[in-house]
């Protein structure tokens, strides 16, 4: 059984969005969310420090989420990736009810 990550709701001055962000226990339950693949990078002048990501393909080319980005959805279905900062000052999370 999969687990469904916690998926919230968010305001900014465009439509509201669903979101999560992306940490160690959610990545399976985040990667298959948001139809992306975990995928382990690793850097020509740091061999041994690999990096789990989810890979993204979008109409807009491969993205990758790191650990601790926000994985959005719009209204229209569609995921992007944002930053922890990027995202905490777009964003405004909508409380049940609201």
């Given at each position: 059984m999969i687990d469904t990550p916690v998926v919230r709701r968010y305001r900014t001055n465009g439509p509201d969005v669903e979101a999560?962000?992306?940490v160690p226990?959610?990545?399976?339950?985040?990667a298959d969310?948001?139809?992306?693949?975990?995928t382990v990078l690793t850097k020509?002048?740091?061999?041994?420090r690999p990096e789990?990501?989810?890979s993204m393909k979008t109409v807009d080319g491969e993205f990758f989420i790191r650990?601790?980005?926000h994985v959005v959805k719009t209204d229209?279905?569609?995921?992007?990736?944002?930053?922890d900062g990027r995202f905490n000052?777009?964003?405004?999370?909508?409380?049940?009810g609201a």
């Open positions: 999560v962000r992306f226990l959610n990545q399976r339950e985040v969310w948001c139809h992306g693949e975990l020509d002048d740091e061999p041994n789990l990501v989810i650990l601790g980005d229209n279905n569609v995921f992007y990736p944002c930053n000052s777009l964003y405004e999370e909508i409380e049940d």
